[in-house]
């Protein structure tokens, strides 16, 4: 069964450096979804990607973060000038569609900043 | 304001028993719900869709009702592999695809 992967599985950085998250995506699905999980905490959406570009975002998601999709397979989140607050299980997710579709999510990378 | 509300439990039930979680949505435009079950320190993953008129997939049954912005899940037969974390799922659709997550309900089924 294809499914989403994400690398690496664990990325320990010292605060305010920066970070990339890195995400491929089922191959056929045309949106993908960056969400973050606070230890403890609820699973919440940071940001929607469609047809090379941003198609939602939350509050969240502030002027410290950016998404790419530098080639066809690869999708990435950038955390720049890292909080110790940004600690935290980053999920990539991927759908066919967006409307009525079941997101399918990587198993995560966990970022821990010192 | 939640935009998704779920007990969070836990619920400690025997092997074989039945078991129902409740979830209510605040946004009446909500276009489609979810269940995902997650182990701990796992990724979510997908148990199944909530359709309007209910549905069924073995054990779980989902059902939704619109009116008072009420989703369920039932587990019949409860077995010790059905315990995790469960995540009622809500999508607002605006310009993209935005999941609503909530919480999550604890369970942890007993030998």
């Known amino acids: 069964e294809p499914e989403v992967t994400q690398t690496p599985s664990h990325q320990v950085t010292q605060m305010g450096q920066e970070v990339i998250l890195r995400c491929v995506p089922i191959?056929?699905?045309?949106?993908f979804y960056w969400y973050r999980q606070i230890l403890g905490q609820k699973v919440e959406f940071l940001v929607s990607f469609y047809n090379n570009e941003i198609s939602e975002k939350s509050e969240i998601f502030d002027d410290q973060f950016s998404v790419e999709r530098p080639d066809g397979s690869n999708f990435t989140l950038k955390i720049r000038s890292t909080k110790l607050e940004d600690s935290a299980m980053y999920f990539c997710a991927s759908s066919e569609q967006s409307i009525n579709q079941p997101q399918h999510f990587g198993d995560g990378t966990r970022l821990s900043i010192l | 304001r939640k935009e998704v509300e779920q007990d969070p439990g836990p619920f400690n039930v025997p092997e074989g028993a039945t078991v129902a979680f409740n979830c209510t949505y605040s946004?009446?435009?909500?276009?489609?719900f979810f269940w995902y079950r997650q182990d701990c320190r796992k990724e979510p993953k997908l148990l199944m869709s909530v359709y309007s008129s209910g549905n069924e997939d073995g054990r779980f049954t989902a059902q939704l009702n619109r009116a008072s912005q009420y989703i369920s899940l039932l587990i019949r037969d409860s077995k010790l592999s059905d315990s995790a974390t469960y995540l009622c799922?809500?999508?607002?659709?605006?310009?993209?695809?935005?999941?609503?997550f909530g919480t999550g309900t604890s369970l942890t089924v007993i030998p």
């Open positions: 946004n009446s435009a909500s276009q489609s």
């Open positions: 799922v809500v999508n607002l659709f605006l310009t993209g695809n935005q999941f609503y």
């Open positions: 191959s056929n699905h045309l949106y």
